[in-house]
């Protein structure tokens, strides 16, 4: 990357920078190709932060389908991890889970599950796991909560056969214009979901897998306790990739926990941050880190920088953090700040080999918090920063209340925030096609084929708050 003009002598967020048009011999978006360069399979730059509100088996699942990974938060207790891993390793490589009851359960029973999943349908099934009918949430129109879904189901099934053509299914779909559908092996038995949208995209994006051909996952690990016992415990369940995350990376504790965990997973790459300046960088990447996480201070939970000046604008964090990386022969993760597509681009042109991704999925089908309504009948998650109150508590659930209320008296987030269900973009798939479709341009844009191609070809340029303001659409006359 090179700055159009001269560098500038301060510090830049993604908003203070725009990126200007080269000569281009790549011929369409399509032709882009978005492999990470930090060598971890993923075919997209996403990574779902270690969030409790946002990741978990479902969002690990659907964003390793289409190319991406999922970290799973570090306050899980270890034997839930280790069910959610096994999970993501067992589920279909193309087709959706799905939400499954049996008929003599009641539509209050599928209402409570059927926004947990973007497909939006529960597929009622006999003992021996044959689908015989579907129920979506227009079904229970007229019908009280207590009634059977066997009575208001629709019985009228297509189902897809497994190993059916993407253009097969979508066809399929729209001469009985239906949106989704069960997907059934020979003997008949139910093993997935398949929707219109889900067969376009499987011929769009490459799921991101392990050597058996499993989807990724990774597991986040914390600097206190013992590290060590924890990451080989995590390797162990199937965890593809630990994180060593702390707010404060730069601190002798990290050094320490990388150092203990590299001892004993030497195999398994190892990111941990986070960090802002190219010496943190260093650093960890000396105490034995593969990835470096960069940010302190820019995601939507957090209140670091409020609460403590600490922080560093992230488009220049993540160009700096990035180019010491390099010098050593590794990569860096952006950690936060991200809001548009362009922040996404802009991230990858800097230097990051990946992008990381909290609070704008929490609001999606697949993200971990409950589905709830508000007066209006308007879908929301509740989401929390994790070093909000509310996550210190959960972390030390474990100690004396005496010393939980020490601890809870600091915190530097978000307690509680409403993440409203966008209604054209409900689900986290949704969102990752806006995030690849403008990277995908964004490329295009600057004539790279490959996000080491974009890197090295953009050019970036500082503009004005008015700037940023003429790129913004205005959706109604003025």
Not at 276 to 301: E, F, S
Request: glycine share 10%.
């Amino acid at each position: 990357m090179r700055f159009l003009g001269s560098t500038p002598p301060y510090d830049l967020t993604y908003s203070d920078v725009f990126m200007v048009p080269s000569l281009s011999s790549v011929p369409s978006r399509f032709g882009v190709d978005l492999s990470t360069p930090d060598r971890l399979g993923t075919t997209i730059p996403v990574v779902v932060a270690n969030m409790t509100a946002v990741a978990g088996r479902r969002m690990a699942e659907t964003v390793a389908r289409r190319g991406g990974i999922t970290v799973l938060p570090q306050d899980i207790p270890l034997d839930i991890t280790e069910t959610v891993i096994q999970y993501v390793k067992t589920r279909h490589l193309i087709y959706d889970t799905p939400i499954t009851l049996g008929a003599t359960h009641t539509v209050g029973d599928a209402l409570g599950l059927i926004h947990k999943r973007a497909h939006g349908a529960v597929v009622v099934v006999d003992d021996d796991g044959l689908p015989v009918g579907i129920f979506t949430e227009h079904d229970a129109a007229g019908f009280d909560r207590f009634t059977q879904l066997k009575n208001v189901m629709s019985r009228e099934l297509v189902v897809i056969e497994a190993g059916a053509e993407p253009a097969d299914i979508y066809d399929v779909l729209t001469e009985a214009r239906l949106s989704v559908a069960p997907v059934v092996d020979t003997d008949g038995r139910l093993i997935g979901c398949a929707t219109r949208k889900g067969a376009l995209r499987s011929t769009i994006y490459s799921p991101a897998v392990d050597s058996q051909g499993r989807l990724l996952v990774a597991a986040a690990v914390g600097i206190n306790g013992d590290p060590a016992t924890k990451a080989k415990a995590l390797v162990s369940f199937g965890a593809d990739v630990l994180v060593i995350d702390t707010a404060h990376g730069h601190q002798q504790r990290t050094l320490h926990a990388i150092e203990e965990v590299r001892a004993v997973v030497p195999n398994i790459p190892i990111v941990a941050g986070n960090v802002v300046t190219p010496d943190g960088t260093r650093d960890l990447i000396n105490a034995g880190a593969d990835i470096i996480k960069v940010g302190v201070g820019p995601g939507a939970m957090c209140t670091t920088r409020m609460m403590t000046g600490v922080g560093r604008p992230q488009f220049s964090a993540v160009h700096d953090c990035a180019e010491e990386a390099r010098k050593h022969g590794k990569v860096i993760w952006a950690d936060g700040g991200v809001r548009h597509p362009r922040d996404v681009a802009l991230a990858l042109a800097a230097g990051a080999a990946n992008v990381m991704f909290g609070s704008w999925l929490a609001g999606t089908y697949e993200s971990a918090a409950d589905t709830l309504r508000d007066p209006d009948g308007r879908l929301f998650k509740e989401s929390f920063g994790m070093a909000s109150n509310r996550a210190v508590k959960n972390r030390n659930r474990s100690e004396t209340p005496f010393e939980r209320a020490r601890k809870e008296l600091f915190e530097e987030g978000i307690s509680t925030s409403r993440m409203y269900l966008d209604p054209d973009r409900p689900g986290v798939e949704d969102i990752i096609d806006d995030i690849v479709a403008g990277v995908r341009s964004s490329c295009t844009y600057a004539g790279a084929a490959s996000i080491p191609d974009f890197h090295e070809r953009a050019v970036v340029g500082v503009q004005s708050a008015a700037g940023y303001s003429e790129g913004m659409p205005v959706g109604t006359s003025w």
